[in-house]
């Protein structure tokens, strides 16, 4: 690991001052202590956030949820009114890393972990993440873990976050604070896909901080859920995930949420699954239609494309734990 | 274990020797107590700094903290190398090798120790960042010569084969059963994965924290 300074900001101020002046923020710090002792990462300055007033849950007053950046995993994930309003995200939360991690991990420094593909972590390996225009070594390499959707010539890791899924299949909104002051961004504009610019990950600028992750209102009664498959029963990454909510009113569905993990580089939203689902009455013959569109657009490598079916039948069967009940 | 002389943190960068070995720099560090640490990331302190510098050098980068936190009840001062996780800081200079190092990465959860009644993996903690902290690690799990109830529980129960993971285990499964996560067998197995057996002996450290969570003692 190389040698770094470190201070305590006492205030947001203080925070983005430092930020700015190219301090790099930790919070949890379990992805960024593990990739800085593989030299992955190589701040000079760190600049401790943990302690800032950025721990919040609280409903918004027309029944959306605000989750504040430096809140922990297994608060959130325990906290009442998350899991009576929006049972996904304690689900994805619960289904993440293990106890001691989510005691440790934030909900922003969840949102900006960095790929767990073995090249990146990887230092003597090419990587365009890691170092621009040395190549990607997953491309030809073994990647059976890796992305179908959404990759480039350039990187094809997935975004490794189960929070993220449901919080890009909820629409959820990305507040930041930065040196010319506040900003909000739909989280599926906040995470980057690799394209020619794989390092660049995040619509974050220089000195900027998330502030809070908020899911907006959505009419209710919701019924919503994450469905994580994975190599081992727990404490493992996903190979397909699937966040669902959805509003049946009448025997119809009239709102439908979905977004799928462990196949994009990014969390991927299933917009034509949506659209599928909604003005049609819940039985088993349209989960199974609506799921025929889920890896639409998908472009498998050499060792993954069996998450195509896998990702389709996930869709299936997460529709159908979701909405088979009305 | 001869893998845990090794300081990692203090290993120079490949193919550049340092002139400076673990002990001097402790050394050098520890009689430094006092000494202010930079506090901005301004100026001289995010310049890069190698490993092989001097130690007078370090600490005018502010590349040191000063830290003081509870450490099983008693108050522990001193300077640390930021780089320092709080594994390497109780096994390499406060001998408390109790707590132990498998992957050194946040996987297998020999490391678990209770920061502030948290179970957390020590491994990916930096020192540095713990102050105003209570740590409570194995050793500080129950009044010297008695053991804790999951500790006799793990005897019992023949919950262990290598032991090496075993102060992790407990560690953690003291947490689990605070935390509430022990109403079967199933719970107990998912709210303890993040520690690792390579032994296997999972069913019986399920029923050692079954048997404590139940008041079988």
């Known amino acids: ?326 | 274990m001869s893998t845990d002389v090794q300081e990692p943190e203090l290993q120079p960068e490949e193919g550049r020797p340092s002139p400076l070995s673990r002990r001097t720099f402790i050394a050098a560090t520890g009689t430094a107590t006092g000494v202010a640490v930079a506090a901005g990331v301004t100026g001289s302190g995010t310049r890069p700094v190698s490993a092989t510098e001097d130690v007078a050098s370090e600490l005018a980068d502010g590349t040191t903290s000063q830290v003081s936190f509870l450490l099983n009840g008693r108050r522990q001062s001193l300077v640390v190398d930021n780089r320092a996780s709080l594994l390497d800081l109780l096994r390499e200079r406060l001998d408390l090798t109790g707590t132990k190092k498998g992957c050194d990465a946040g996987a297998c959860g020999a490391c678990t120790v209770h920061v502030d009644g948290r179970r957390v993996n020590a491994c990916l903690t930096f020192a540095a960042r713990l102050d105003g902290a209570q740590v409570t690690t194995i050793e500080g799990l129950a009044p010297d010569g008695d053991l804790h109830p999951l500790q006799r529980a793990f005897i019992e129960q023949d919950a262990l084969q290598c032991g090496f993971c075993t102060p992790g285990q407990i560690m953690s499964g003291v947490a689990c059963i605070r935390e509430g996560h022990t109403e079967s067998p199933e719970e107990i197995r998912e709210w303890m994965s993040g520690n690792i057996c390579r032994c296997g002996c999972y069913v019986k450290i399920v029923r050692a924290v079954d048997h404590v969570a139940t008041g079988g003692r």
């Open chain 1, 1 to 326: 690991m190389f040698p770094f300074t470190y201070t305590r900001a006492t205030s947001v101020h203080e925070a983005i001052e430092a930020g700015e002046r190219g301090g790099r923020y930790i919070a949890g710090g379990t992805t960024l202590v593990d990739l800085m002792r593989e030299t992955v990462e190589r701040p000079r300055a760190l600049v401790d956030i943990v302690g800032l007033p950025l721990s919040d849950v609280s409903a918004t007053p027309r029944g959306g949820l605000r989750i504040g950046a430096l809140a922990r995993m297994a608060d959130v994930a325990a906290d009442p009114v998350v899991r009576q309003t929006y049972p996904a995200v304690a689900q994805a939360l619960e289904l993440s890393a293990s106890a001691q991690l989510r005691n440790m991990a934030t909900i922003g420094g969840n949102v900006m972990q960095r790929p767990r593909c073995a090249y990146f972590r990887d230092v003597s390996a090419p990587c365009n993440r890691r170092e621009p225009g040395s190549g990607c070594s997953a491309l030809e390499g073994y990647n059976r873990t890796h992305a179908i959707l959404g990759t480039s010539e350039h990187c094809v890791a997935t975004h490794p976050s189960d929070l993220a899924v449901v919080l890009t299949a909820l629409e959820a909104t990305v507040h930041m604070v930065g040196p010319e002051g506040r900003r909000a961004t739909p989280i599926g504009q906040f995470l980057l896909q690799p394209g020619d610019t794989p390092d660049r990950e995040q619509d974050l600028r220089p000195g900027e901080l998330i502030v809070a992750l908020e899911i907006p209102p959505l009419p209710r009664p919701l019924r919503s859920g994450y469905l994580k498959v994975r190599d081992r029963e727990s404490y493992e990454f996903a190979l397909t995930s699937v966040a669902v909510a959805l509003h049946i009113r009448g025997g119809v569905i009239h709102t439908a949420k979905v977004a799928a993990g462990g196949v994009g580089t990014i969390p991927w939203k299933l917009p034509a699954v949506e659209q599928h689902l909604v003005g049609r009455r819940p039985s088993p013959d349209l989960w199974a239609q609506a799921a025929e569109r889920a890896a639409d657009g998908a472009r498998p490598l050499v060792h993954n494309g069996f998450k195509t079916e896998l990702l389709r039948r996930t869709v299936e069967r997460q529709l159908r734990i979701v909405g088979g009940r009305s």
